[in-house]
């Protein structure tokens, strides 16, 4: 069970007794002398066997998942957010945030990981997000699309007014609207994990890339690029859901990533 103590109040309040996970989101940049094809077929293939092949490491993962972008070209067409400029994220599960910097500690990870991640990610530009997972609209069907929606919150709004109008009146507006939540297959609200700064981790968590400048990650499950754009051009999201947005969100600091999910751990 999360350790209540150690959540925010808007948590404790609308999600009482849930088991919260942490999910570390790694936003990957590539290396700059590397077309996306090739860090693309690398990350995929070399790298996360590698990853996998560590049961030093993996004994402390619950899950591992590689988020890759469908297709690099697409800039955003038919949505509110542009693409954020990275090259995919890596999605990783842990049951405590000790558990996830034990696991980035540990000698054989480093010895690893460290050196092959410098064959394909640019480190400066990769950036990441400690979060917790809230599912809003439960799994149904066999979606093939996530689109990850980075967040920035509005200019002049606190982090915890932010976190708490997303997690409940956002959330139960957005629930409430039948004519986008019928194109959904998943919603959930990956929230920050503000207590995690990073000092005193000692870890290439924190050595090595930066805290992510977003303030959460809304991931929404679609059968097709087609039909999440039809979502989000629903009249009604127009009328009820865009402007609710605007509330709490910036526009253009919020980006979007489409993504294929590729479990690697466990199989």
């Known amino acids: 069970m ?28 590539r290396r700059k002398d590397l077309s996306f094809e090739e860090f693309d077929r690398y990350w995929d293939g070399t790298h996360g066997d590698l990853v996998v092949g560590i049961p030093e ?3 402390h993962v619950h899950r ?3 988020a890759h972008l ?7 067409e038919g949505m509110a957010w542009k693409r954020a400029d990275f090259d995919g994220i890596a999605e990783v599960w842990f049951e405590s945030i000790e558990a996830m910097t034990t696991a980035f500690n540990e000698p054989r990870f480093i ?4 050196p092959d991640d410098e064959k394909f990610i640019d480190r400066d530009a990769t950036a990441i997000l400690v979060t ?14 996530k689109l990850s929606v980075a967040i920035k919150r509005r200019a002049g709004m606190s982090f915890d007014d932010y976190d708490r109008y997303w997690n409940v009146q956002h959330a139960e507006i957005v629930t409430g609207v039948p004519e ?5 297959r998943r919603y959930v609200q990956s929230h920050l994990v503000t207590e995690y700064t990073g000092a005193g981790d000692t870890s290439k968590l924190t050595s ?7 303030d959460g990650i809304a991931e929404l499950w679609f059968d097709s690029i087609a039909d999440m754009v039809t979502a989000f051009n629903e009249p009604k999201f127009l009328e009820t859901i865009a402007p609710d947005d605007e509330k709490f969100v910036d526009p253009a600091g919020t980006q979007l990533f489409t993504l294929r999910e590729v479990q690697k751990f466990p199989l």
């Open 111 to 114: 010895e690893i990981v460290g």
């Open 132 to 145: 917790r997972e809230f599912e809003k609209i439960p799994l149904h069907g066999s979606p093939t699309i």
């Open 64 to 66: 591992y998942s590689q």
């Open 180 to 184: 986008f939540t019928r194109h959904v």
């Open 2 to 29: 999360a350790n209540e103590s150690a959540l925010p109040s808007s948590f404790t309040r609308t999600n009482p007794g849930v088991e919260v996970m942490i999910k570390l989101a790694v936003l990957l940049k």
């Open 208 to 214: 090595q890339w930066g805290q992510a400048a977003f």
């Open 70 to 76: 469908i297709d690099p070209t697409y800039n955003g």
């Open 57 to 59: 490491f993996t004994r």
